[in-house]
């Protein structure tokens, strides 16, 4: 089976419900996010979805095309979703080899069960065709997809904390012949302005760090500054190249469930904090920090947020000796717990 959809969402308003831009299923999970794929065929056709009449807003009639003119379609599905609430709208399945159909569903009234405010529309066609390499491609990296049931396929990917609001992203597909297909969408991406913060390096700190990089690498030369501001450049590289290595080395299914644990203690600093350090009331570097600080007490437990596999352990750069597990399904998050 193979499956493509989109997604309406709406907003809530006073009098009436609002239908705002038309968007992909995307559930933003912090740095990282999931969405569900139904994804194309491949050679020649593929499963198609339109709007028969093309606006950033969904009309009190919302009418559509479904297509697909290589298999032919094997089911068609509305389906809205609030306050963790699904309703059916439409599902039509086609046994033999129906290639297109248009629609057109009343949505004022509002259908029975839902009520004003905010909600999501989405529509799904299928088709049988399978498909060995499903994903997402996002600012130059391919994350790839892992099936749940069925044709479903999910994949986690992350969105870098800089990448502006237009920022495109494809879904992709490739068969076992190598042809590959990709569907394009532009996400509703909210900007966002991050700390900026001001890190004073002083001689009594850099006394108390620089020896544990000297031991862990003796040829380190120069004065307890300049190791520091080489740590601080070169270093965070190649730790971020490391644990994105490290994230790579996982299970196709999800090893976690349920919630990810937060360990316990004061947060100290935030993902995306701006830096910009300073000795002796001179700049000497500017960073971005990608990750989030935890303060607690000495020989305090450091439990794991969640269940996954062990990939590393020891020393890592400038995080110090660190645990990192991979949560599974294929290029999913990696969580590492530093001690």
């Given at each position: 089976?193979?499956?493509f959809?989109?997604?309406?969402?709406?907003?809530?308003?006073?009098?009436?419900?609002?239908?705002?831009?038309v968007?992909?299923?995307?559930?933003?999970?912090?740095v990282?996010?999931?969405?569900w794929?139904?994804l194309?065929?491949?050679?020649?056709?593929?499963?198609?979805?339109s709007?028969l009449?093309?606006t950033h807003y969904?009309?009190?009639e919302?009418?559509f095309r479904?297509e697909?003119?290589?298999s032919?379609?094997?089911?068609v599905?509305v389906?809205?979703?609030?306050?963790e609430?699904?309703f059916s709208?439409?599902?039509?399945?086609?046994?033999g080899?129906?290639?297109s159909?248009e629609?057109r569903?009343?949505?004022?009234?509002?259908p029975?069960?839902?009520?004003?405010?905010e909600?999501?529309?989405?529509?799904t066609?299928?088709?049988?065709?399978e498909?060995p390499l499903?994903?997402?491609?996002v600012e130059?990296?391919f994350?790839?997809g892992?099936p749940?049931?069925?044709?479903?396929?999910?994949?986690?990917?992350a969105?870098?904390?800089?990448?502006?609001t237009?920022t495109?992203?494809?879904?992709a597909?490739?068969?076992?012949?190598g042809?590959?297909?990709h569907?394009?969408?532009?996400p509703n991406?909210r900007?966002?302005q991050f700390r900026?913060?001001?890190?004073?390096i002083?001689d009594r700190?850099?006394a108390?760090v620089?020896?544990?990089?000297?031991?862990?690498d003796?040829?380190?030369?120069g004065?307890d500054?300049?190791v520091y501001?080489q740590?601080?450049r070169?270093?965070r590289?190649?730790?971020?190249?490391?644990i994105r290595t490290?994230?790579?080395?996982t299970?196709?299914?999800m090893?976690?469930s349920?919630?990810?644990l937060r360990m316990p203690g004061?947060?100290?600093a935030a993902?995306?904090?701006e830096?910009?350090y300073?000795?002796q009331?001179?700049?000497?570097d500017r960073?971005?920090h990608?990750?989030?600080?935890?303060?607690s007490l000495m020989q305090?437990?450091v439990?794991a947020a969640?269940?996954g596999r062990v990939v590393f352990v020891g020393?890592?750069?400038?995080?110090g000796n660190?645990?990192?597990l991979?949560?599974?399904?294929?290029?999913?998050p990696c969580?590492?717990i530093?001690?």
């Amino acid at each position: 089976m193979r499956n493509f959809r989109r997604s309406y969402r709406t907003q809530e308003s006073r009098k009436k419900i609002s239908l705002k831009k038309v968007t992909l299923l995307v559930l933003p999970l912090a740095v990282a996010a999931v969405v569900w794929l139904w994804l194309v065929k491949f050679e020649s056709g593929k499963p198609e979805v339109s709007l028969l009449k093309e606006t950033h807003y969904i009309e009190p009639e919302l009418g559509f095309r479904a297509e697909d003119g290589k298999s032919g379609l094997a089911e068609v599905r509305v389906d809205v979703f609030q306050a963790e609430k699904e309703f059916s709208l439409f599902q039509e399945k086609y046994p033999g080899k129906t290639y297109s159909v248009e629609k057109r569903i009343s949505l004022r009234p509002l259908p029975s069960g839902l009520e004003e405010g905010e909600a999501l529309l989405r529509i799904t066609v299928s088709s049988n065709e399978e498909i060995p390499l499903a994903g997402l491609e996002v600012e130059g990296a391919f994350f790839k997809g892992f099936p749940v049931t069925g044709s479903r396929h999910a994949v986690f990917y992350a969105l870098p904390h800089s990448a502006p609001t237009n920022t495109s992203m494809r879904l992709a597909a490739e068969d076992a012949a190598g042809n590959r297909a990709h569907i394009s969408f532009s996400p509703n991406i909210r900007a966002r302005q991050f700390r900026w913060d001001r890190i004073e390096i002083t001689d009594r700190f850099l006394a108390q760090v620089i020896p544990y990089f000297r031991e862990n690498d003796p040829s380190l030369e120069g004065t307890d500054l300049e190791v520091y501001i080489q740590m601080n450049r070169e270093q965070r590289k190649e730790d971020a190249d490391r644990i994105r290595t490290l994230c790579m080395d996982t299970a196709p299914e999800m090893l976690w469930s349920g919630a990810f644990l937060r360990m316990p203690g004061k947060t100290t600093a935030a993902f995306g904090d701006e830096r910009t350090y300073f000795y002796q009331g001179r700049e000497i570097d500017r960073q971005t920090h990608l990750g989030v600080d935890l303060a607690s007490l000495m020989q305090s437990p450091v439990p794991a947020a969640n269940r996954g596999r062990v990939v590393f352990v020891g020393p890592l750069g400038i995080y110090g000796n660190a645990v990192v597990l991979a949560t599974g399904a294929a290029c999913s998050p990696c969580t590492p717990i530093s001690a």
